[in-house]
């Protein structure tokens, strides 16, 4: 028996939720967005991420994910960031299913969706009012940081090989932008 899915436009949360695609899966207004398969560079790097924040969790409490997990930014908005940490005083927000939002969230740039990380979840993010905002980009050898101020996110620190970026929100969280970039 086939399965039956849902028209593009036509999704709803709890579908989206129950979907066990095997791979990134956003959701936009009734609508899916498959977002293309990592390489072993970006899961290095978002592993090493995600293992920096749990360290700064197990001290300062809080709760730190990786992707493939989504995150709810509003009624109809989830994406699925790279690497999302949320504080302690905020873990009401953390469902077993999804979160609703995030103290801060990491994206690994990658080529072949540039835009999307960049540009699209930068304003996503803002309008969800995610505090923090971290970009490490591998083909530029950077990491931004971005803090949000009213309704933008501005420049905390971009920060390149032989630099420790540190978090704009997160009081003693900092990562060695190098180790980073290096992952294994």
């Known amino acids: 028996m ?7 436009g036509g999704w709803t949360v709890d579908e989206y939720l129950a979907l066990d695609a095997g791979r990134h899966v956003e959701y936009s207004h009734g609508r899916l967005e498959f977002l293309p398969m990592p390489d072993e560079e970006h899961q290095e790097i978002v592993f090493f991420l995600v293992k920096a924040l749990k360290a700064y969790a197990s001290k300062a409490g809080g709760k730190a994910l990786m992707a493939p997990f989504p995150v ?3 009624k109809e908005k989830f994406r699925e960031p790279d690497v999302v940490y949320m504080r302690a005083q905020n873990l ?3 469902k077993e299913r999804y979160w609703e939002g995030a103290d801060l969230a990491m994206e690994v740039v990658s080529e072949s969706n540039r835009e999307h990380d960049t540009n699209t979840k930068r304003a996503e993010y803002a309008k969800a009012r995610i505090a923090e905002y971290w970009l490490l980009d591998p083909g530029e050898g950077t990491l931004t940081v971005l803090k949000l101020v ?5 420049r905390h620190g971009e920060f390149v090989r032989g630099q420790v970026a540190c ?7 900092k990562v060695d932008v190098k180790a980073a970039l290096e992952a294994k």
């Open 72 to 74: 709810q930014l509003w």
């Open 2 to 8: 086939a399965l039956l899915y849902p028209d593009q």
């Open 150 to 154: 009213g309704t933008k996110y501005v």
């Open 167 to 173: 978090s704009a929100r997160l009081p003693g969280f």
């Open 92 to 94: 009401r927000r953390c």
